[in-house]
């Protein structure tokens, strides 16, 4: 059981280039969601979605892109990468219901991305 | 905005136990009181969850008031290893999930 694996473990991006964080699960959960964590900062949430075809904003969306096409794929895309976005990226995953298991949040290995 | 507050660090020594409070007036009947923590260069991690009544599993045990306004994680024990950041979450079905700060726990030897 492979649980949520995210691709690429690091990056190093030039300014105004663009990419895309990978992200699977493999546990058939609903929800799916993107954080990204600078140093010594908590977790903000960026974007978000409850199941196929269906994403939302976060808290910090403005330069990031995703979609949700399969159950088990949320991809994150950076459209023009700034110094600014330099951070560790989360990827989590999710039941939505509460009767499952209380919704247990599990997450990846992280992203570690630097924008020169 | 993060609907529990916590302290932002607190301190013990090693081997007593640890009492991380945290603050939710708002919580609905159905959401779920979650705690994870997330070691140094690691993803957050699940560590317990429980609704009404308090909770035990081989990590940690989660006490929960009668009101459901806070709870508490307790730590039997802690070890250099518990020395990490624990956040406190409210779990609602069909929304999304917002992280506060988080309690930062150092471990004196």
């Known amino acids: 059981n492979a649980g949520v694996t995210q691709t690429p473990k690091f990056q190093v991006l030039k300014t105004g280039q663009s990419m895309t964080l990978q992200c699977a699960q493999d546990?058939?959960?609903?929800?799916m969601s993107w954080y990204r964590q600078d140093p010594g900062m908590g977790l903000r949430l960026i974007h978000y979605?409850?199941?196929?075809?269906?994403?939302d904003q976060g808290e910090v969306p403005n330069g990031y892109n995703v979609s949700r096409s399969t159950t088990e794929d949320f991809p994150l895309r950076l459209l023009s990468a700034a110094p600014s976005q330099t951070s560790v990226y989360f990827c989590?995953?999710?039941?939505?219901?509460?009767?499952?298991?209380?919704?247990?949040?599990?997450f990846g290995e992280g992203s570690w991305l630097t924008v020169v | 905005d993060a609907k529990t507050t916590q302290p932002n660090s607190m301190e013990s020594n090693e081997e007593e136990p640890v009492h991380l409070p945290c603050n939710h007036s708002?919580?609905?009947?159905?959401?779920?009181i979650h705690w994870y923590r997330q070691l140094p260069s690691q993803g957050p991690e699940y560590v317990i969850h429980g609704l009404t009544s308090n909770v035990n599993n081989r990590m940690a045990s989660l006490a929960i008031a009668e009101d459901r306004k806070s709870s508490t994680l307790i730590l039997h024990r802690a070890t250099l290893r518990d020395a990490a950041v624990y956040y406190c979450i409210l779990r609602t079905s069909y929304d999304k999930v917002i992280f506060g700060p988080g309690t930062s726990l150092s471990v004196i030897p």
């Open positions: 989590a995953s999710s039941y939505m219901s509460g009767a499952r298991t209380g919704n247990t949040i599990y």
């Open positions: 546990m058939n959960h609903e929800y």
């Open positions: 708002t919580i609905s009947g159905t959401d779920y």
């Open positions: 979605s409850v199941g196929a075809g269906i994403t």
